[in-house]
């Protein structure tokens, strides 16, 4: 049953994904430190086909992306 459900919640972000791909919404680019301190902040703050570029730099932390298609 467990495994139902994830397959399902799995489905249903592709879904949405793919809606908001067909419904012409603009991808932003957002660019790590100039907009954001933080790649996670960026990541948070990121819609589905969003693009995050992290300049040359060391970035010492735990990126959590979920249900989230982003480029990195």
């Known amino acids: ?5 994830i397959l399902l919640v799995f489905i249903l972000a592709i879904a ?6 067909a ?3 603009s991808a932003t680019t957002y660019y790590v430190p100039d907009e954001f ?3 996670q ?7 589905v086909g969003d693009t995050i570029i992290e300049r040359d730099g060391t970035y010492t932390e735990n990126v959590c ?8």
């Open 65 to 72: 992306v979920v249900l989230k298609f982003l480029t990195l």
């Open 41 to 47: 902040w960026a990541v948070d703050n990121a819609s």
């Open 23 to 25: 419904s012409g919404a």
């Open 37 to 39: 301190t933080k790649i």
């Open 1 to 5: 049953m467990k495994k139902i459900k």
């Open 16 to 21: 949405c994904a793919l809606f908001v791909c």
